[in-house]
């Protein structure tokens, strides 16, 4: 199966793509805000885990949000 384009795309396809990038971007900055304002001794494990966490898109953010926060 052929790699699709952006053209080849519905419009319905193309608003996903951009909705769902846009909330990875939303989800990210909001982590990484809290993440430099949280103290250290309320983050498990250390902050720069964290932060190269957040570079595996959606992942990363999310399991700050859900396991990384004491």
Do not use: H, N
Not at 1 to 23: F, Y
Not at 39 to 60: H, I, M, T, Y
């Amino acid at each position: 199966m052929p790699k699709k384009k952006w053209s080849d795309l519905t419009p319905r396809q193309r608003q996903a793509v951009c909705v769902g990038g846009a909330l990875e971007a939303v989800i990210t900055a909001v982590a990484l805000r809290d993440l430099a304002r949280r103290p250290a001794e309320e983050v498990r494990g250390p902050k720069a885990a964290w932060l190269l966490s957040f570079f595996v898109q959606p992942f990363g953010p999310i399991s700050y949000f859900l396991t990384g926060r004491r």
